[in-house]
């Protein structure tokens, strides 16, 4: 077979020889013809005119893509960049590169960080070391998270010890305070006008006048029963219709009745007892206390490593700095179980405002004793409801272990809850009821459950006492949360008729600074520089206490 191409005819022509049994050549001839293909003019104007609108195009992206910086890719590559990955069928090297690294990061989120693995101390280090060891992706990851391990532990770890140290500061006498005391001892040793009667004889049958507005204050506090005392006389309309009794303990006596022996607020009038000087109040009559502070549970609980045990890793800061202050050793003073013998301790007196010791008045309270309680014991502001969402929001599933069956079968873990600090009190009502006695059962009761019913403080077993012997007072005579909220809104604070430092921080400890704090704790800072000339009284200062000439014996 012979096959022959003829280019000018533009034809293929075959061939095929063979020989047949008579010897004679045959053969099959077949030609086949090429049409030809002629390219038009039109076609070509056609092109010509598309590539003259393309080309520039083309040349006008790229060039912006050069300007921009962009010089590590060729043209091709920037210009899919650009139009996209559907337009040129390319992929987009940025977001795989971010779902790749996701994965690997995804996958290692579910592993642990190999044992003995170096992490970098600094950013820099790390990527020195990226540089010279040319980690895989994985291993970047492992590095990654180990990193952020460490940090979150070491960030964890430092704001417990802060809390810790915190609780302790706020927990010890200042040096200032302490110092006070010892120098008002001294002068109720050595200075009659230190000594003088409070108040004087005349004075004396007013402290059973129910015409006058009765405040208590139980405390071993000298600056700050001078502060709650001094606050309440200067935002009074009508102070001279004001009387204190400020009560103390023995250790405390003779400072606290020099001060107020030395600093008189007249009009209005200040007793000053020591708990010594109530007959009957004492641990043998009222057994309960004396198990209290003796109990080896208790005191390793308020006294004890205050961190030991504790599951760090299950707590967020602001539950443990709250379990911290629960465990003041203050709650098992005496002072602090005080309010619960209000209608022994005043037995003539009808109606009673208790304040604690870390209060500043900032208004009248006299309107207080026109509020109607209906027949109830305690006039209380409730905290399970209000703007700060924190402080307001205590229900008594806040304060009592609800898995304990005793608990769960006496209390409502959703009723309202409601505050201590500033209280006005119906003793006629009072004397009616069992409250007292109603509160010593329950601390016998959380005393043989070895503290597993609440572990906060003394208000919890006055919620169980008082129950259903409360009535509701307005939010705004009573402001809690300052001492450890770092938000409290300043015009809230100066529309509060009392404000409560009931966190930490108080006005009176080294955890602050006097003179740095909201319009509420002014008085503070003007008290202690008019009587000392000075803002701090520190051992080391000279706190100059007025000099009296002595009295006549």
Same mark, same amino acid.
């Given at each position: 077979?012979?096959?022959?191409?003829?280019?000018?005819?533009?034809?293929?022509?075959?061939?095929?020889?063979?020989?047949?049994?008579?010897?004679?050549?045959?053969?099959?001839?077949?030609?086949?013809?090429?049409?030809?293909?002629?390219?038009?003019?039109?076609?070509?104007?056609?092109?010509?005119?598309?590539?003259?609108?393309?080309?520039?195009?083309?040349?006008?992206?790229?060039?912006?893509?050069?300007?921009?910086?962009?010089?590590?890719?060729?043209?091709?590559?920037?210009?899919?960049?650009?139009?996209?990955?559907?337009?040129?069928?390319?992929?987009?090297?940025?977001?795989?590169?971010?779902?790749?690294?996701?994965?690997?990061?995804?996958?290692?989120?579910?592993?642990?960080?190999?044992?003995?693995?170096?992490?970098?101390?600094?950013?820099?280090?790390?990527?020195?070391?990226?540089?010279?060891?040319?980690?895989?992706?994985?291993?970047?990851?492992?590095?990654?998270?180990?990193?952020?391990?460490?940090?979150?532990?070491?960030?964890?770890?430092?704001?417990?010890?802060?809390?810790?140290?915190?609780?302790?500061?706020?927990?010890?006498?200042?040096?200032?305070?302490?110092?006070?005391?010892?120098?008002?001892?001294?002068?109720?040793?050595?200075?009659?006008?230190?000594?003088?009667?409070?108040?004087?004889?005349?004075?004396?049958?007013?402290?059973?006048?129910?015409?006058?507005?009765?405040?208590?204050?139980?405390?071993?506090?000298?600056?700050?029963?001078?502060?709650?005392?001094?606050?309440?006389?200067?935002?009074?309309?009508?102070?001279?219709?004001?009387?204190?009794?400020?009560?103390?303990?023995?250790?405390?006596?003779?400072?606290?009745?020099?001060?107020?022996?030395?600093?008189?607020?007249?009009?209005?009038? =200040?007793?000053?007892?020591?708990?010594?000087?109530?007959? !009957?109040?004492?641990?043998? @009559?009222?057994? +309960?206390?004396? %198990? &209290? /502070?003796?109990?080896?549970?208790?005191?390793?609980?308020?006294?004890?490593?205050?961190?030991?045990?504790?599951?760090?890793?299950?707590?967020?800061?602001?539950?443990?700095?709250?379990?911290?202050?629960?465990?003041?050793?203050?709650?098992?003073?005496?002072?602090?179980?005080?309010?619960?013998?209000?209608?022994?301790?005043?037995?003539?007196?009808?109606?009673?405002?208790?304040?604690?010791?870390? =209060?500043?008045?900032?208004?009248?309270?006299?309107?207080? !004793?026109?509020?109607?309680? @209906?027949?109830? +014991?305690?006039? %209380? &502001? /409730?905290?399970?409801?209000?703007?700060?969402?924190?402080?307001?929001?205590?229900?008594?599933?806040?304060?009592?272990?609800?898995?304990?069956?005793?608990?769960?079968?006496?209390?409502?873990?959703?009723?309202?809850?409601?505050?201590?600090?500033?209280?006005?009190?119906?003793?006629?009502?009072?004397?009616?009821?069992?409250?007292?006695?109603?509160?010593?059962?329950?601390?016998?009761?959380?005393?043989?459950?070895?503290?597993?019913?609440?572990?906060?403080?003394?208000?919890?077993?006055?919620?169980?006492?008082?129950?259903?012997? &409360?009535?509701?007072?307005?939010?705004?005579?009573?402001?809690?949360?300052?001492?450890?909220?770092?938000?409290?809104?300043?015009?809230?604070?100066?529309?509060?008729?009392?404000?409560?430092?009931?966190?930490?921080?108080?006005?009176?400890?080294?955890?602050?600074?006097?003179?740095?704090?909201?319009?509420?704790?002014?008085?503070?800072?003007?008290?202690?520089?008019?009587?000392?000339?000075?803002?701090?009284?520190?051992?080391?200062?000279?706190?100059?206490?007025?000099?009296?000439?002595?009295?006549?014996?």
């Amino acid at each position: 077979m012979q096959l022959h191409f003829s280019p000018s005819m533009r034809s293929i022509t075959i061939s095929s020889s063979s020989s047949g049994g008579n010897g004679n050549g045959g053969g099959d001839l077949m030609k086949i013809k090429v049409a030809a293909r002629h390219i038009s003019y039109r076609t070509l104007f056609h092109t010509i005119l598309i590539l003259a609108f393309l080309l520039p195009f083309v040349f006008i992206l790229t060039a912006l893509v050069t300007l921009e910086g962009v010089n590590k890719c060729s043209s091709i590559d920037c210009l899919g960049r650009r139009l996209g990955p559907k337009l040129l069928g390319r992929s987009d090297d940025s977001g795989r590169l971010v779902k790749d690294f996701f994965k690997i990061l995804n996958q290692v989120n579910s592993e642990k960080v190999p044992d003995g693995l170096k992490l970098p101390d600094s950013f820099n280090q790390l990527v020195s070391e990226m540089k010279n060891n040319k980690y895989s992706s994985k291993e970047f990851a492992f590095i990654l998270k180990g990193m952020m391990e460490r940090y979150e532990r070491e960030i964890r770890e430092s704001k417990f010890s802060e809390l810790m140290n915190k609780h302790f500061a706020a927990s010890a006498v200042p040096k200032g305070i302490h110092c006070l005391s010892l120098r008002l001892t001294d002068e109720y040793s050595s200075n009659a006008h230190a000594r003088k009667q409070l108040p004087s004889p005349e004075l004396l049958p007013l402290l059973s006048d129910n015409s006058y507005h009765h405040f208590v204050l139980s405390t071993d506090n000298i600056l700050a029963a001078s502060v709650v005392v001094t606050s309440a006389v200067q935002s009074s309309v009508n102070p001279s219709k004001i009387v204190f009794h400020v009560i103390t303990d023995k250790k405390t006596y003779a400072g606290m009745h020099s001060w107020f022996a030395l600093h008189p607020l007249p009009p209005a009038i =200040v007793e000053v007892k020591g708990v010594h000087q109530f007959d !009957w109040l004492t641990r043998e @009559n009222v057994p +309960v206390l004396e %198990a &209290v /502070e003796s109990h080896f549970g208790i005191r390793n609980y308020y006294h004890g490593n205050h961190i030991a045990g504790a599951n760090l890793s299950d707590t967020t800061p602001r539950t443990f700095a709250s379990k911290l202050q629960a465990r003041s050793p203050k709650y098992i003073s005496l002072l602090n179980h005080l309010r619960i013998y209000l209608p022994e301790l005043f037995p003539n007196l009808d109606k009673v405002v208790f304040l604690d010791d870390d =209060v500043v008045i900032q208004q009248d309270l006299s309107p207080l !004793w026109d509020i109607d309680l @209906n027949g109830k +014991v305690n006039g %209380a &502001v /409730e905290t399970c409801k209000g703007e700060d969402e924190w402080v307001m929001s205590k229900r008594l599933r806040n304060y009592f272990n609800f898995s304990h069956p005793l608990i769960a079968k006496n209390l409502n873990p959703e009723e309202c809850a409601w505050a201590y600090g500033m209280n006005i009190f119906d003793l006629q009502a009072w004397r009616k009821t069992n409250i007292r006695d109603t509160y010593h059962s329950w601390l016998k009761e959380n005393l043989k459950s070895n503290l597993t019913l609440w572990k906060l403080g003394t208000l919890p077993p006055a919620l169980i006492a008082f129950k259903g012997n &409360v009535h509701p007072i307005d939010p705004s005579w009573h402001m809690l949360g300052l001492g450890y909220q770092n938000k409290t809104n300043i015009e809230n604070v100066k529309k509060a008729a009392v404000i409560h430092y009931n966190g930490q921080s108080k006005p009176c400890n080294e955890t602050t600074h006097l003179l740095k704090r909201n319009d509420g704790t002014k008085h503070i800072g003007i008290m202690l520089k008019s009587l000392f000339g000075r803002t701090e009284l520190g051992c080391g200062s000279t706190v100059r206490l007025p000099t009296l000439a002595p009295l006549a014996v």
